[in-house]
């Protein structure tokens, strides 16, 4: 079965940090972009970060460049969101989702989504 296991959420004062990270099994993990989205309360759903598990090529929003940092591990097929300077408009739910490639990634066509994990924080 094809899983991804999102863990790391949590609350945070504005300012501080959180790792999110996203363990994943049931494909190949090589082959896929893997990153997260955010949906916060009332907005549209945002592709927050990317990687490329090939190649290592990322994405990030412009919303938090600078203050996430996103990586991945290939020999534990998992991939980990460093989130520092928090802000309150970073509250949100996050879902990490794979896709066959960044380009569909970006496009929302992801193949698989884990489950979310709420990140709050409060100001």
């Known amino acids: 079965d094809v899983q991804l296991q999102a863990s790391g959420g949590g609350l945070v004062q504005a300012g501080g940090s959180l790792r999110l990270s996203c363990a994943a099994s049931g494909f190949t993990f090589d082959d896929y972009a893997i990153g997260w989205f955010r949906q916060a309360p009332g907005k549209e759903r945002e592709g927050v970060s990317c990687?490329?598990?090939?190649?290592?090529?990322?994405y990030y929003a412009d919303s938090v460049k600078g203050r996430f940092t996103i990586s991945s591990d290939n020999a534990k097929n998992t991939v980990y969101l460093q989130m520092n300077s928090l802000k309150p408009e970073d509250t949100a739910v996050y879902y990490c989702?794979?896709?066959?490639?960044?380009?569909?990634w970006g496009e929302g066509l992801v193949g698989y989504w884990g489950q979310g994990t709420l990140v709050t924080v409060s100001s």
């Open positions: 989702a794979a896709a066959r490639s960044m380009r569909l």
């Open positions: 990687i490329s598990s090939s190649d290592g090529s990322t």
